[in-house]
């Protein structure tokens, strides 16, 4: 059993018009409930939820205060390589694009995280390619063994492993990894991916079931919002961080809400979600669960930023660089980068705006600082 044989008794289209048809009885009980299930979880990211923003928004903030205080954890992107062998229409290092492609040494991985560490990081997260000739699991242990001595939370975006692989990478070390679906809709997801390991829709769901079985400490779930109804992706996420919960309830979870940016080649979203939507959205995932942690990237602007984080995010990066190399051992080489950041401010910038604002920035994992 995996959330792969959980998602075949869906359907999408049933699903879409589900939450579509939500009525604001529907959203009003979904308020009223004690404990939301996933019917309610319709009703909170359906149209007729809007009008009910103000009050999502202010239980969101309760509940995120009550379960994680008034802190808003900070984390870095480390990109380790650029090189892929995945086509994939939304990104930068698709393989089809025309660009210098790198892998950092060990002597560059080293310049890199003294550069990471000097901005006040603790928590890192290491990010490559799909290229498991040249960055697999040798590379990654490797890295780990490398970025060790620098932090104390190791976290990994990158190509789906085997449960035994991620137990070796684990055993080294690694604390947490973010893996994407990118879309539920499958047919749609094919369109997307069209070559390489990632082409594989169903090897890549049950990649957090092999994490849980592996018994990694923290897995981190997300769509793409651009490249389908955004509404119906979120529900199936949603879906999965249950079923998830579930069967692998040692496990601590994360979601976060990339939307679509500018990159090489990239295409225009099929779905457009604004800024209000994905309040709502932010919202409804705390309003189902207290207790999973909701993440913000530099993808958004400075503004959105600003305000966003007191309405249900716990985790924030910044100074963000998407290229490999790019914080110390090529910071000029932007062609590298695997898509355009938003929000361009330093690290002590942004934590000196959130403790304006009556917050504390938290430069380690919740563990390490609520003993969790």
């Not at 002597?107 to 040249?134: S, Y």
């Not at 082409?199 to 769509?223: E, F």
């Not at 109804?229 to 601590?252: G, I, V």
């Not at 993808?299 to 190399?325: D, H, L, V, W």
Request: hydrophobic content about 35%.
């Amino acid at each position: 059993m995996s959330f792969n044989n959980v998602i075949e008794q869906y359907n999408w289209d049933l699903v879409r018009d589900s939450i579509y048809s939500k009525t604001i009885e529907d959203v009003e009980k979904a308020l009223a409930a004690e404990h939301r299930s996933l019917e309610d979880f319709k009703a909170l990211i359906s149209p007729a939820a809007e009008p009910f923003l103000e009050k999502m928004a202010k239980e969101s903030r309760a509940l995120t205060l009550k379960r994680f205080g008034n802190t808003v954890q900070m984390f870095a992107p480390l990109y380790l390589s650029n090189e892929c062998q995945n086509i994939c229409t939304y990104c930068g290092f698709s393989l089809h694009n025309k660009i210098v492609r790198t892998t950092l040494t060990d002597a560059q991985i080293i310049k890199e995280c003294e550069a990471v560490k000097a901005l006040g990081f603790d928590h890192i997260l290491l990010v490559t390619g799909e290229a498991n000739k040249t960055v697999g699991v040798d590379y990654l242990l490797n890295a780990i063994k490398v970025v060790r001595p620098y932090f104390s939370n190791i976290s990994l975006e990158v190509q789906p492993l085997e449960q035994d692989e991620y137990e070796l990478l684990i055993n080294e070390g690694l604390y947490a990894v973010l893996v994407y679906q990118e879309t539920y809709h499958k047919e749609e997801y094919r369109t997307h991916h069209t070559k390489g390991k990632k082409s594989n829709y169903d090897y890549r769901i049950d990649t957090p079931d092999r994490l849980g079985k592996a018994g990694v400490h923290k897995i981190g779930l997300g769509v793409l919002i651009g490249l389908e109804d955004w509404r119906t992706d979120s529900f199936f996420n949603a879906l999965h961080l249950n079923y998830l919960e579930k069967n692998y309830w040692q496990t601590r979870y994360s979601v976060s809400f990339p939307r679509l940016r500018p990159a090489e080649g990239l295409l225009e979203p099929k779905s457009v979600m604004s800024d209000k939507q994905l309040v709502q959205l932010i919202c409804a995932y705390r309003l189902f669960n207290e207790n999973v942690e909701l993440s913000i990237s530099t993808r958004e602007n400075a503004r959105f930023r600003n305000n966003i984080f007191k309405m249900g995010i716990t985790s924030m990066s910044a100074g963000s660089k998407t290229n490999p190399g790019g914080y110390a051992v090529f910071p000029e080489k932007e062609s590298l980068e695997q898509f355009e950041i938003d929000d361009k401010r330093s690290p002590k910038e942004v934590a000196a705006m959130i403790k304006e604002q009556g917050y504390e920035s938290v430069w380690k994992d919740w563990d390490k600082v609520f003993n969790l």
